[in-house]
């Protein structure tokens, strides 16, 4: 697989046509940009507790590859539940006074993860977090696809990917196929705008789509995208503390998260498959019909 990059669109084009043509070549295609969210606000309020331990045992538990931004370990909650991150890049935020979209992504799974255990609270379900952003205000379909590819290879079962574009991407739209080939169940945020419209790679057949509840959790938010892709509603807002400051957002991507974290406790709890997990989150946490 190769990223390759013109100084104008004619060299582009014509290069295409060149590839295109190429019996070597398996396919040719655009790489879309990805942006990262919004930053989430600082909020005074006491977050509730994370009402987890890790297993005591040495167990294999199931993996949750988290395709975000780069997460935060010191001042945090959640370090016990992350295993040794993987960088595209070669930068670091764990320094940073500002919690990441990847570090709230990370406690929004764990406290899904919390929420769908009915007894112990302790759980071997570890979180692979995979930086897909570095510094960047933005990424890209073809570096959210080597994250996944990364985070298979490390061992995820479930994948949460609380991003999202307009367009579909064969290179991304093919990596997936092959994840859920080998079992690896996949969640993505719907995005967070009302049109209706596909968003990948939510709206792809292998991956579930997911959007936010509002705050009574009785209806989808009037923000969030209820397309016929979506298959699965959940809370729409979280809380992450970095520091002993805790933080407020909103958004589908805590909807992915949340859920991401309720399916890898329904496997760990119930020693189900992933197809099996995909089954009963789909089943019990279908959208709230609309209505007056």
Do not use: W
């Not at 060299?11 to 990262?36: H, P, W, Y």
């Not at 977050?47 to 931004?69: C, F, K």
């Not at 977090?129 to 290879?153: K, M, W």
């Amino acid at each position: 697989i190769y990223q390759l990059e013109f100084e104008n669109e004619f060299d582009a084009d014509k290069a295409r046509t060149q590839l295109e043509q190429n019996d070597g070549v398996t396919s040719v295609d655009s790489n879309f940009t990805i942006e990262k969210p919004i930053s989430l606000s600082p909020v005074n309020l006491p977050a509730p507790s994370l009402n987890l331990r890790p297993a005591s045992a040495e167990t294999d538990g199931v993996i949750v590859g988290l395709i975000d931004s780069s997460v935060q370990k010191k001042g945090t909650q959640i370090a016990d539940f992350l295993l040794p991150e993987i960088s595209l890049f070669d930068s670091s935020i764990d320094k940073s006074n500002q919690v990441s979209h990847g570090t709230s992504m990370a406690e929004t799974i764990l406290r899904g993860l919390s929420a769908s255990l009915e007894r112990s609270q302790e759980t071997s379900v570890k979180i692979l977090p995979v930086d897909v952003y570095g510094d960047a205000d933005n990424t890209s379909t073809f570096d959210v696809a080597r994250g996944i590819q990364s985070a298979i290879e490390g061992g995820a079962d479930i994948i949460s990917l609380s991003l999202g574009s307009d367009h579909q991407n064969n290179l991304l739209k093919s990596v997936i196929q092959a994840g859920s080939k080998e079992g690896v169940l996949f969640l993505a945020a719907a995005g967070n705008e009302p049109t209706g419209l596909p968003v990948y790679p939510a709206a792809q057949t292998e991956v579930i789509g997911v959007t936010a509840l509002n705050r009574n959790g009785q209806r989808v938010a009037s923000y969030a995208n209820n397309a016929n892709f979506v298959e699965v509603a959940a809370p729409g807002a979280g809380v992450t503390v970095l520091n002993n400051q805790t933080y407020f957002g909103t958004g589908t991507s805590f909807s992915t998260a949340y859920t991401a974290g309720v399916a890898a406790g329904i496997s760990s709890s119930q020693g189900l498959q992933m197809n099996q997990v995909r089954d009963t989150i789909t089943k019990s946490m279908k959208p709230p019909t609309t209505g007056p």
